[in-house]
């Protein structure tokens, strides 16, 4: 009887397994007894939303947007299956009374099935609204209202209603799984040096576990918010085996360089999908970690004593994957400059896939689900975009208004695959219209950097995959004939727009080395050059009407060619 019921358990985890759609991420209850589900996902480049709505009946079900919770101004839809068919149609609610369909129609079924006394109806529209009928889908919180009934009568639904408000474009799960702890990593009593920028690293064993455990949240834990600007955890390779404290990159930390966890200014908590932890224990559970801690002291402050880190929640229940961080986009170093008086200049980091072979034995796909994205003071605006075969397919991820006070780690809506042999392009747009004199790349606030924290499963021993220019190359076409003549230029030079735009071009046009490395620091790197990114403009609100005048366009085109043929 035990070895059945194992044979039943593992069943039952790999169907459940086998149900995650990538497409849906996200779930949530939307009432008590749990006989209302509704899972999402969403595309912010394609500005597109997915839903799928289980419901307990064979009945009619309804959905929508509430601004206030009730039926009032609310936006919603209608659907089911009835002696007729299907039906699904977009309506708008005046009061207490029954929704009006919408002149427009700008939800899109895309599946109702009904089985097993259980609705399900899976259905897409536009995040903007399109329609004065709609309601806007935005960042902030918004009340979903629901309602269903036991027939398909579509009449007065008594008590199977509810309402639930959430924040579907930045939704953050909350479980509290059984078997469930937190551990801290932070400093202790550090007394912060009075210098503008300074990074503290501090190399220690986390707590040891007997057996594998998945992290499943983590949190900031921040003492002194005016100075600490952003926090790394690295997992150190096999050869550090002593603690250490100190002063970043003076010694054996700048060896530990695999990104296991990342928070920025302004950002919150972070917790992973449901199929996904970041692993620790077990096969891990003797690696040493180094924090790292950039804090940033303008006005260099004496005696501030700061305990900062990140708290980690964790489970001994393992989720089907392990998560991983990859640091990705241009490599952290002064040997590319950001002139002054620039209105919008663009820098280049480029991760290609095709190399990860030569540094992994068993690579995979890697399937992204969160970024963080990351520049200092002069970035405005930062990209990733995606390459196969030679053509972009997609906008990884995009931040068209970055803001240095607000970073966090966000989900991207929908997990995304990037495939073996891809390439990643990050681009970081600056602004520098303030500056008299030029910004170098580098570690200090008012150095500048353009990086790219991307969350993946499953876990590869992977740390990073990054570029740089390829210098001689970038001093050769400049007229220069050794470092010492090209930073003369670079510092004697006239920067205008024409300049600016020159020393542009010429950054992207030449060749980049491109560098991949694993958790043991083993590495490889070959030459390459940067592929143009483009944006990719979301796809337009088409309303019921467009479309009807679109069918009515095609029938008379068909009738036209129809006539000629005679």
Request: charged share 20%.
């Amino acid at each position: 009887m035990d070895t059945l019921s194992l044979v039943l358990l593992l069943l039952s985890v790999q169907w459940s397994w086998a149900q995650e759609d990538p497409l849906l991420p996200f779930s949530e209850h939307l009432d008590p007894e749990h006989k209302v589900r509704l899972k999402w996902g969403f595309d912010e480049i394609q500005g597109t939303i997915l839903f799928e709505l289980t419901v307990n009946t064979n009945g009619w079900v309804g959905f929508g947007f509430s601004p206030k919770g009730g039926m009032t101004g609310a936006d919603v839809v209608i659907g089911g299956i009835g002696p007729d068919g299907s039906y699904f149609t977009d309506r708008h609610a005046g009061g207490n009374s029954m929704p009006v369909v919408d002149q427009q129609q700008n939800y899109k079924l895309l599946s109702l099935t009904e089985s097993d006394g259980k609705t399900v109806m899976k259905f897409q529209r536009s995040i903007d609204s399109c329609d004065k009928d709609d309601l806007p889908i935005t960042d902030l919180p918004l009340k979903l209202i629901y309602a269903y009934g036991q027939t398909d009568d579509i009449t007065y639904h008594s008590n199977r209603r509810g309402t639930k408000e959430l924040n579907l474009l930045k939704y953050m799960p909350h479980v509290n799984p059984p078997n469930s702890s937190f551990f801290d990593i932070t400093m202790v009593n550090f007394t912060v040096p009075a210098k503008q920028t300074y990074y503290h690293c501090k190399i220690m064993k986390a707590p040891t576990f007997g057996s594998k455990q998945h992290i499943y949240r983590i949190e900031p834990v921040i003492e002194n918010f005016d100075l600490v600007h952003h926090l790394l955890l690295y997992r150190c390779p096999p050869t550090v085996t002593e603690p250490l404290e100190a002063e970043c990159y003076t010694g054996v930390d700048g060896t530990c360089m695999e990104v296991v966890a990342v928070w920025g200014v302004g950002g919150g908590a972070f917790e992973f999908p449901e199929v996904a932890g970041l692993p620790i224990g077990g096969n891990v559970g003797d690696f040493f970690y180094r924090l790292e801690v950039h804090y940033n002291n303008p006005n260099k402050s004496v005696g501030r004593v700061d305990n900062s880190g990140l708290r980690f929640y964790y489970t001994s229940e393992l989720r089907q994957h392990d998560a991983a961080v990859l640091m990705t986009g241009l490599a952290v170093a002064p040997g590319y400059a950001i002139p002054p008086k620039a209105k919008s200049f663009l820098t280049y980091g480029m991760c290609d896939t095709a190399n990860i072979p030569q540094v992994l034995e068993t690579p995979q796909d890697l399937q992204v689900f969160s970024a963080m994205l990351h520049t200092h003071l002069a970035g405005r605006k930062v990209r990733v975009g995606h390459f196969r075969g030679g053509e972009q397919i997609d906008l990884l991820v995009a931040d068209e208004n970055y803001d240095f006070e607000y970073q966090e780690v966000t989900n991207l809506g929908k997990t995304k695959t990037v495939k073996l042999d891809d390439k990643l392009l990050v681009e970081c747009t600056y602004n520098t219209e303030n500056r008299d004199t030029l910004t170098w790349g580098g570690f200090s606030t008012t150095d500048e950097m353009c990086l790219a924290f991307l969350f993946y499963y499953p876990a590869m021993n992977l740390s990073g995959c990054s570029s740089f220019p390829d210098l001689k190359a970038l001093q050769s076409a400049m007229g220069a004939t050794d470092i010492y003549s090209w930073l003369n230029i670079m510092f004697t030079k006239t920067w205008n727009d024409t300049t600016i735009n020159e020393y542009q071009q010429t950054l992207k046009s030449i060749d980049q080395f491109i560098t991949v490395v694993d958790s043991l620091n083993n590495a490889a790197s070959y030459k390459g050059t940067l592929p143009d990114l483009k944006v990719i403009p979301p796809e337009p609100c088409i309303s019921g009407c467009v479309t009807k005048s679109l069918a009515v366009l095609s029938l008379l085109t068909c009738l036209a060619v129809q006539w000629a043929s005679f």
